[in-house]
């Protein structure tokens, strides 16, 4: 169990350093003005999507149901509840980048980078409360 749960830590921190870090690419891609530029953000957008943040967030989940078949008793806890509720809303934010990601690929982007700044800050409030329902399961 303890094995399953340290891989399950390994992987959310993989998925939050690029939930963190592709909305802030999204932030410099939609400012760049030069052809060349906005090329090589689409190649680091679609290489950080595809081979870190989908595999990760995959791992994340698996290793999460993986650790409740050792808690069962967890599925009725208060805690538990939130936490998967705001699992949902991260999943969302996900396919959410996965959206945006593809209309910087075809060029049909309009969100400016102060909408892509503050879409930047949804990740930390749901880490936080995350972590603080994990470790402090308060109800
Ligand atoms: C389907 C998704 C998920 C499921 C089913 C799940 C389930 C679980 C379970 C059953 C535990 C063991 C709790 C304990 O031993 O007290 C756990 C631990 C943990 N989870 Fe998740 N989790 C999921 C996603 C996430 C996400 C997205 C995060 C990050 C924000 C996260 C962060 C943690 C942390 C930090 C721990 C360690 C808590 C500790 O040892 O005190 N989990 N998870």
Redesign the pocket.
């Known amino acids: ?1 303890l094995w399953v ?1 340290a891989l ?2 390994i992987s ?1 921190i993989c ?2 350093a690029a939930l963190f870090y592709l909305p802030r690419l999204f932030v410099y891609h939609a400012m760049a003005e030069d052809e060349t530029g906005r090329e090589r953000f689409k190649i680091m957008e679609r290489k950080l999507y595809r081979g870190i943040m989908t595999p990760s967030m995959i791992a ?2 698996v ?3 993986w ?2 078949h ?2 069962p008793g ?1 599925l009725k806890a208060g805690w ?1 509840h939130v ?2 509720a ?2 949902v809303l ?1 999943l969302g934010y996900h396919f959410l980048c996965g959206h945006y990601l593809k209309l910087f690929r075809d060029d049909r982007n309009t969100g400016s980078h102060v909408y892509y700044r503050y879409f930047n800050e949804a990740p930390v409030l ?2 936080v409360l ?2 603080i329902l ?2 402090v ?1 308060p109800f």
């Open positions: 169990m749960k399950h830590i959310v998925w939050f994340s989940v290793f999460g149901l650790l409740l050792y808690f967890y538990m936490k998967l705001a699992v991260l749901l880490l995350i972590v994990v470790v399961k």
